[in-house]
């Protein structure tokens, strides 16, 4: 047993390092790859056991170190391979409830695994935020050199117009509560996709939840309070506060696409709803809001135990 929890670490790791360093060919096809890092780490330790996942979390990351520095080790490891395993650590942790002789297992909740994913989320960009500045002002000020050697790599060249400049002052502002959105919406795609991948091998220890019924533990909406309040705050401090806020919506927008399938359950034209409501999310983005502000209604209102009270039982069977 403790040799196949190796061999598939190693494996699994070194999949997930091939994966990593694919984003150097600077591909859209390498990038894709690239978001897909996890993957392998999450397979080995909800398929095998959380000591699969941290053997390939380690490995990987020695990998990378051995091959391109100690900078790719540590990115690797605190950015990839060790948030990986723990939602897969936690996916996997169960308890057992019961009385009177009958004893069943309850499981770790899905949505304290999106919420997991959405606090880790917030806190890789923002350890990532002194890369670019330690204060307000050396922090934008990086982050628009950035973007300038992307727009115009070579240098010197002409200076930006006055179009462009104001593209990179939007893209400034909008950029790190940004990249805490994808980065929480990419984790909680991965666990869900590695998820899956177990299941159909039959590998997947605990069963398949009713992802409509998903819930965020009261502690987010607290936590999203505070991390809103703090937008308001002067310096990196706001900056940090709006990185964290966005981050937390992600995770009711999320909790929002729950509701949004447990209430058109039975509705003949759920398939054309449900795809136009993530077409419009993915082709325009600003839709996720919607999806948001449902997922609050629900936490403030219990929207799915209302709308289903108020709907109408199935007419009883005819007496034959």
Do not use: C
């Amino acid at each position: 047993m403790l040799l196949q929890t190796l061999l598939i670490g190693l494996g699994a790791g070194a999949a997930a390092a091939l994966l990593f360093a694919s984003v150097a060919s600077g591909s859209i096809l390498a990038t894709l790859l690239f978001y897909l890092a996890p993957l392998p780490i999450l397979i080995a330790a909800l398929g095998w056991s959380h000591r699969a996942g941290l053997v390939a979390s380690f490995t990987a990351a020695a990998s990378l170190g051995a091959t391109l520095g100690l900078y790719f080790f540590s990115a690797f490891l605190i950015g990839v391979g060790l948030p990986a395993w723990w939602l897969a650590y936690l996916a996997l942790l169960a308890r057992p409830v019961g009385a009177n002789g009958s004893m069943t297992l309850e499981w770790y909740p899905v949505g304290r695994l999106v919420l997991w994913a959405a606090i880790i989320s917030a806190a890789l960009v923002i350890i990532a935020v002194p890369n670019f500045g330690t204060d307000k002002e050396s922090f934008q000020a990086g982050l628009r050199v950035a973007f300038e050697r992307a727009i115009q790599p070579r240098a010197p060249g002409p200076p930006l117009g006055a179009d462009m400049e104001r593209l990179v002052d939007i893209l400034v502002a909008a950029i790190p509560p940004a990249a805490a959105v994808l980065a929480t919406l990419i984790s909680v795609f991965n666990l869900w996709f590695a998820s899956r991948i177990v299941r159909v091998s039959g590998r997947l220890r605990r069963p398949w939840p009713d992802l409509s019924a998903l819930t965020l533990p009261p502690a987010a909406l607290g936590l999203l309070a505070i991390a809103i309040a703090g937008t308001f705050l002067p310096d990196l401090a706001g900056i940090l506060s709006r990185i964290a806020a966005a981050s937390l919506f992600m995770a009711y927008a999320i909790l929002g696409f729950a509701v949004l399938h447990a209430l058109t359950r039975g509705l003949s034209f759920r398939p054309v709803l449900l795809i136009a409501a993530y077409g419009a999310v993915i082709v325009l983005g600003w839709p996720v809001l919607a999806a948001s502000f449902l997922g609050l209604a629900e936490a403030a209102f219990n929207v799915r135990t209302r709308v289903a009270g108020s709907r109408a039982p199935p007419p009883a069977p005819p007496i034959s």
